[in-house]
């Protein structure tokens, strides 16, 4: 009898090898999201294309509503992606020629290269070793009377050191803008990021923790009379079609996109606790592996880890050996702003900012989404453990 299905019962045993050590892990996984909230998305869809509504109206209105009531602040401007958002944020707020802003070395290019585009010129602090996020302690060497504004990004989605960034800009009357493109919803001392200082800039880009279908992006705010000449500069410097009471460009929240986000919106929340236990597992299965240094968070801080990512030894050699193992990774980002090809001009060396320098070599960011099962996790992380074994 034994004889007779033991053939059968090694079969399983392979096919179980097989799964485990051929698993794919893709870096997000925005169609099994899809697929969750299927119905309720498509509704939402059709509802847009029934009405002819694409563009302004009340799909974009209820959202900046519903958002700006998830923040408990007054205002939300719905815009065309998060970099316009950036860019409306310090044209509003008079930053221009002669201006210098302040903002980090390890960032997205969208937190500088919109400094240029509003006619300042940035200016780079070094990261915090632990963090990755912009050190308090070297800004206000940077400080001279030419500076107009800080850009505090909150990256991966863990918040800066805001409040002590915010006393600092409070101390030298700067303006205090907050970069929330990967930090939906991440709190600091119980309060959201994006709150602290006179405006927040978010990016609904689809792999974000609250993605649209396309590119899209929003602005909050306190400030009643800043909202309004953000919302003009937005809609070519009007608030009423054809009054056009200043220059301005074209970048707003279109229907089909301001749709979708209202159905996400109700599950962030969710989505962002999954990524917490996610990276805890990570963190679990990673633990004491002298080679690789989890992410660490910060005291009173919630982390909402849009992307998860790790110092590690050999990064381009573990990037090639997970890849081959079908599992994705990404970089966050291979080159600090200072050395990238676009501020050449500012003669930056390493030494002028060596933690970035150093950690652009060292960071790798595995796959973190809400979908990644805990069979995922354990599979990415015991092929990181073999490799470095």
């Known amino acids: 009898m034994n004889r007779v299905f033991m053939p059968e019962i090694l079969l399983k045993k392979s096919e179980i090898f097989n799964t485990l050590n051929f698993m794919k892990v893709p870096f997000v996984n925005l169609k099994s999201q899809y697929l969750s909230i299927k119905k309720d998305v498509d509704q939402a869809i059709h509802q847009v294309l029934d009405d002819i509504s694409y563009v302004r109206g009340k799909y974009p209105t209820q959202f900046e509503e519903n958002f700006a009531k998830a923040y408990g602040v007054r205002h939300c401007i719905g815009v065309g992606n998060g970099t316009d958002a950036l860019y409306i944020a310090l044209k509003m707020l008079s930053i221009g020629p002669g201006h210098e802003v302040i903002t980090v070395a390890n960032s997205w290019i969208s937190s500088s290269e919109t400094i240029s585009q509003a006619g300042a010129k940035p200016v780079f602090v070094d990261i915090e070793p632990d963090y990755f996020n912009i050190n308090p302690d070297l800004i206000e060497a940077k400080i001279n009377e030419r500076t107009k504004a800080v850009i505090a990004v909150h990256l991966y989605g863990q918040p800066a050191s805001i409040e002590i960034i915010k006393t600092i800009c409070q101390k030298h009357q700067l303006f205090l803008v907050e970069d929330c493109a990967q930090a939906h919803f991440a709190k600091f001392n119980g309060q959201y990021a994006g709150t602290f200082g006179d405006v927040a800039a978010f990016s609904f880009y ?137 501020y050449k001009y500012l003669n930056h060396r390493f030494e002028d900012f060596p933690v970035a320098a150093d950690y652009q070599h060292k960071i790798i960011s595995l796959p973190m989404c809400p979908e990644l099962t805990e069979e995922q996790i354990h599979y990415v992380a015991d092929k990181i453990v073999k490799f470095y074994n």
């Open 206 to 342: 689809p792999g974000k923790n609250l993605g649209a279908y396309g590119d899209a992006g929003g602005i909050i705010t306190n400030n009643d009379e800043l909202a309004r000449k953000m919302r003009m500069f937005a809609n070519h410097g009007a608030l009423h079609k054809h009054d056009h009471l200043i220059e301005g460009i074209n970048s707003r929240l279109d229907s089909i996109q301001a749709a979708v986000l209202n159905v996400k919106l109700a599950h962030i929340h969710k989505w962002n606790q999954k990524r917490g236990h996610n990276a805890s597992l990570y963190n679990k299965l990673l633990k004491g592996l002298p080679q690789v240094q989890t992410p660490k968070i910060r005291d009173n801080a919630t982390h909402i880890f849009h992307v998860y990512a790790l110092r590690v030894e050999r990064r381009d050699e573990l990037v090639k050996y997970l890849n081959d193992n079908a599992i994705q990774t990404n970089i966050h980002y291979p080159t600090a702003l200072p050395f990238l090809g676009a």
